[in-house]
């Protein structure tokens, strides 16, 4: 048997990081077994639907790493499929028509509130004769559902869930206007796509109960079922834009990378030893099923972003640059080119050892794509008292002395400093003040040698007079 799996979002807003981590976990399922991950867009309500949502939903799951191994599957586009599946169960004897009309079925509500039960269908047109319909009034179509014993999902994940059959009522498939409803469409296109596991969150179990008596009225093999727990916030509450990002995309814009991102929802609900770091590779041989525990998973934003930072040093330098000159770019305040790429590219070693995000990592590299003269935060205007820009004037032709390497300006610095009777400190700090208009950067004779001999003096001279 090979393994298929499917993400089924509904485009009417953007991925959230509870789909990610469902995306991820059929996808890391699916690798593991050698078997195949499949995209479902379930976009039959037309009116939520729409273009940019599939859009934000597929871009997310790109920068993810998770594209399924097939061109994702339109839910809308199959409706014909379902209309013909639900005539064969009306065929079959397994369905039956319902000409209840709208206040029918808000008065069966009411009754069953105002008697303390749940509001359910009363099944009165399951076994009344068609020829006792109204005119006029189009019919949906209800599945029978069994109304003896119990409905039993043997869940990968949950365990052994059941429910009495009693608690349930003759669910409609397809409404009176002729369109399929959602957990009929579901349990069609799951059939007709292969699908051998349903991984999703466990708010859709109670769905499952009825999607079951839909496999077992067509009688179809079912595909094996594994709800996981949902994220909540650090306070316990739904997961909601006051605890902060909620969607894949703001998680980028943000900074985050998505193998960090990846890494963090793999351990979020599935445990496996105190390993903090997995990679993709190790994430797929190690993830089945067993390892994802019950109880609902909380957000924790501050773990997130150093485990983030752990990604960002061992990232590639020029992935990283390009990342930055991006971000730089969209600001669109500072001068971005060919020579501020070098010198991110040359500096970047030691700016991301710093950075725990893409936004530090662009705010802490911003100096180098800036003119003369250099804004000032506070601090770095105080460190340039009037005797430290005399002492940068007189730095200066040491500096330019130099072939301007990081060894040769190390050298020239404790020189000048010995000389002068100074501590290197009391030099750097101006010297750093001056070249980044901060008191944060990397080491300052690499600095020096990122910016290059004319940017570096030109920066020393604004400050020296």
Not at 347 to 355: F, I, Q, T, Y
Not at 396 to 422: I, N, V, Y
Not at 425 to 451: E, H, W, Y
Request: aromatic share 6%.
């Amino acid at each position: 048997m090979t393994v298929r799996t499917r993400f089924a979002p509904s485009p009417t807003g953007l991925l959230h990081i509870g789909g990610a981590r469902t995306a991820l976990f059929n996808y890391l399922f699916t690798r593991h077994h050698g078997g195949e991950f499949l995209l479902r867009v379930e976009d039959t309500d037309r009116a939520r639907s729409t273009e940019e949502a599939t859009r934000v939903i597929l871009e997310g799951l790109d920068w993810l790493g998770l594209s399924p191994d097939a061109p994702p599957v339109f839910q809308s586009t199959r409706a014909a499929r379902h209309v013909e599946v639900a005539h064969a169960l009306l065929a079959a004897g397994q369905a039956y028509r319902c000409w209840c009309t709208p206040d029918e079925l808000a008065e069966m509500r009411a009754a069953a509130t105002a008697a303390g039960r749940a509001p359910r269908y009363d099944g009165r047109w399951r076994d009344r004769d068609p020829a006792e319909a109204p005119a006029g009034v189009a019919p949906a179509i209800r599945l029978k559902a069994p109304r003896d014993g119990e409905t039993v999902v043997e869940d990968l994940v949950q365990g052994s869930v059941r429910v009495a059959n009693a608690e349930m009522d003759d669910m409609i498939i397809l409404r009176s206007d002729g369109t399929p409803t959602y957990l009929h469409a579901v349990v069609v296109d799951d059939h007709d796509m292969a699908i051998t596991h349903v991984i999703r969150g466990d708010d859709h179990l109670t769905n499952t109960f009825r999607q079951v008596q839909i496999y077992q009225a067509m009688g179809w093999e079912m595909p094996r079922f594994a709800h996981i727990p949902l994220i909540h916030g650090a306070d316990g509450a739904k997961l909601s834009k006051r605890h902060g990002a909620v969607s894949v995309l703001e998680f980028r814009e943000q900074g985050f990378l998505p193998e960090a991102l990846c890494n963090y929802l793999l351990r979020l609900g599935w445990g496996h030893g105190d390993t903090e770091v997995i990679g993709r590779e190790e994430a797929v041989a190690l993830f089945d099923l067993s390892g994802v525990g019950r109880a609902a998973s909380r957000m924790d934003y501050a773990k997130l972003t150093h485990l983030n930072g752990i990604y960002l040093r061992a990232a590639d330098d020029e992935r990283l640059t390009h990342d930055v000159l991006e971000r730089l770019a969209r600001r669109g305040d500072l001068a971005v080119g060919g020579i501020a790429a070098a010198r991110i590219r040359a500096l970047m070693p030691g700016l991301k050892e710093r950075a725990k995000t893409l936004v530090e990592l662009a705010d802490s590299a911003s100096f180098l794509v800036r003119t003369v003269p250099l804004p000032l935060e506070p601090k770095a205007a105080a460190a340039l008292t009037p005797e430290a820009r005399i002492m940068l004037r007189d730095l200066a032709p040491a500096l330019a002395a130099t072939d301007f390497s990081a060894a040769g300006l190390d050298a020239a610095l404790r020189q000048f400093a010995e000389t002068t009777g100074r501590k290197l400190g009391q030099v750097a700090q101006p010297l750093r003040a001056a070249l980044t208009g901060s008191t944060m950067s990397p080491g300052i004779d690499a600095t020096l040698a990122a910016l290059g001999r004319e940017e570096a003096l030109a920066r020393m001279a604004a400050v020296s007079g």
